[in-house]
């Protein structure tokens, strides 16, 4: 945790009132996803509040394409420790769940009483132009910082074209650093007039949720924490990657969730705002109420 200027005077309960009120706001006004959530904290924290340097933000977010977990929800996290260390953490993340949670909450409630979720596809679309904008806009600032060198802008690109043919996330990022440790140590030391020792990475396969289960096994709530759990240990990408684990977990495998209640809880967990994770605390809900809404989520 760094940090420099007028903020190092501050004491701890200042910072952690900024960061309480920043990203609570975002939890309740944060729509579109992933990207643009993240698009939102960076023109906050970096150019608004300059709580750090655009070039520490990117790296931020490369290490949470590294790492399991909702992305947008690890950038809180990240952005919250560097400014106020382990309790801007807890606070940074707990003020950008739980308002979503609990609106999405509600959504869950209404769905249960009326068995159908309100038309929200206008409003799906008439936000979506705004969204755009708002990631360009950042994609623009953070990639002047980002392609300081021509061989980044070569591995940029190559990550792109992999990512429009199909390529898992995951592997299209992973497979960008690998190239470029090998490519820009290999330019350093060639400068250098000595090699150093790469040490090549390994890539392993993402862990599939085994099908294991012939019958549907009884819903109880150490079944839904122990779900959501092993999920969220596994899920690489972003929030949207959580919609194919979740079918894979409660559909097929457990039976829980019906094809048609699943899409409910997806598009739950697209028109309320903040972190696409909430759309397990709507599924919590239907599985076991409020208890099962907080134990999933």
């Not at 490369?62 to 420790?81: D, V």
């Not at 609106?103 to 206008?122: H, K, M, N, R």
């Amino acid at each position: 945790m760094e940090n420099t200027g007028k903020d190092s005077q501050k004491s701890l309960g200042q910072r952690l009132k900024e960061i309480v009120l920043l990203f609570a706001r975002l939890g309740v006004t944060a729509f579109g996803g992933p990207a643009a959530h993240i698009a939102m904290m960076e023109d906050e924290v970096v150019a608004k509040r300059q709580w750090m340097t655009r070039e520490h933000f990117l790296d931020l977010v490369g290490a949470t394409n590294l790492i399991p977990g909702p992305n947008s929800t690890e950038m809180a996290i990240h952005c919250g420790y560097h400014y106020a260390g382990i309790p801007g953490l807890i606070a940074s993340g707990t003020s950008f769940i739980l308002p979503a949670a609990l609106l999405t909450l509600v959504v869950a409630w209404a769905y249960a009483q009326f068995g159908a979720l309100p038309a929200v596809e206008p409003f799906l679309t008439g936000i979506r132009p705004a969204v755009l904008a708002i990631i360009l806009n950042a994609v623009f600032r953070l990639g002047k910082k980002a392609l300081k060198r021509w061989e980044l802008g070569v591995i940029g690109a190559g990550v792109v074209a992999a990512a429009l043919l199909g390529t898992s996330e995951i592997i299209a990022i992973l497979a960008g650093g690998i190239a470029g440790m090998f490519w820009l140590n290999i330019q350093r030391a060639q400068t250098e007039k000595r090699l150093g020792a790469l040490v090549p990475l390994g890539l392993a396969g993402l862990p599939p949720l085994a099908h294991l289960a012939a019958s549907t096994p009884p819903i109880t709530l150490p079944g839904i924490f122990l779900s959501f759990l092993k999920i969220g240990a596994v899920l690489f990408g972003s929030g949207y990657v959580l919609v194919a684990y979740l079918e894979d977990e409660l559909v097929h495998r457990l039976g829980w969730l019906t094809q048609p209640q699943l899409l409910d809880a997806i598009a739950a967990g697209q028109f309320t705002p903040g972190p696409v994770l909430t759309t397990s605390t709507f599924v919590g809900y239907q599985l076991q109420g409020i208890p099962g809404a907080i134990a999933a989520t």
